[in-house]
C-alpha cells in the first residue's frame, strides 16, 4: 500500500498491508486531516518514527462484526482495559497504550490502518466525509466541558485562532459562555469572526484585562505564560498546546495567584459526533484546503505555513 513514513524526514513510500491483530480491525482510509500535532511529529515531537496520522474516516473491510462495510470514525488512544487507569475510567491515560501516528501505532496517512474494533464508531452512511474528519480534535474541544464547570456568566479568554482554537471557540459559543478568542494574526481574526465567534487582536488586550477560565491553544510554547498574564487570581487555567519544544514557566506565578492548571488533551468521540450529526458545530469554514493523497507532502508543505488552517486528504 502506498503510505507517508517518518523516520527524520516524511517520504512517500510503498509498505506492506498491516495485518489485524485480536480485536483489530481493518480500515480503508477514504480521508485524512492533518493536526499541528503531525507537524510537531515532523520537528520530533515523541520522537515518532513510522506512518504519522490520526484524524480519519475510513470505512472497516475486515472481520465480521458490526463494522464490516460501514464507514467509521476512530479513537486513537489504544488500550489495554486491564491496567489501574483503564479500570477506573481513564483509558485514553493507560499505562500501556499505544496512540494512533503519535505513539507506538502506525497512523493513518496511508491506504490502510488497523485499530481495535473498540475504538471506533459508526457515522451515518452518507455523512459527509469532511465533517467526520474533525470528529478527533472536535472530541478535544468538548473535552474541556468533561473537565471544568464553566458558568455563562464567567470571562473566557480563548488564545490561539488555529484549527483547534477555533473548534475550542465554536464549542463555548454553542455553551453560551462569555468567551472572546486572541490571535496575533489578522487573517485568523477576521477568519473567526465570519464564523460568528467574538474574536479580536491580542495586542489589542491590555495587561489589566483579565478573565475567570483562559485556555491556551496557541501551539506556541509561549503561549502558556501569556494566558497566566491575563488570569484573574484563583482562576483556571486550561493547557491544550502541546510543543516539541517544552516551555519554561514562572511556577511562583502559579502559587502566589492560585491558579488552578488543567491539561487537555484527547476527548469523548460520542458527544463530538452528536455536534457534528446535529449540524451544532459545523467546521467547514475551517478547511483550508483538500490534497489527494499523491500529494501529501504538498500538502504538508502547505499546513505549514502559519496562518494556514485544516489540510484535509483525499485518499
Ligand atoms: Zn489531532
Ligand atoms: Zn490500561
Redesign the pocket.
Known sequence: MKALFFDGSLKLTELPVPEPGKDEVLIRVLYS?I????LEITRGYMAFKGIPG??FMGEVVSGSGKFYGKKVVGE?NCYCGECYLCRNARMRHCTSRTVLGIYAHDGVFADYVVLPERNLHLIPQDFPAQLAVFT??LA?AVEIFEQVHISPSQKVYIFGAGK?GLLISLVFKMNGCDATTYDTNETKVNKARSMGICAGLLSTLNDQDKAEVCVDCTGSAGGISQAMTHLYPGGKLVLKTTVANSSKIDLNQIVINEFEIIGSRCGPFTPALNLLIKGLVDPTPIIAKTFDFTDILAAFEFASKPDTLKVLIKH
Open positions: 486531516a493536526c499541528n500535532t503531525d490520526h484524524e486513537i478527533e480534535p478535544a483547534l
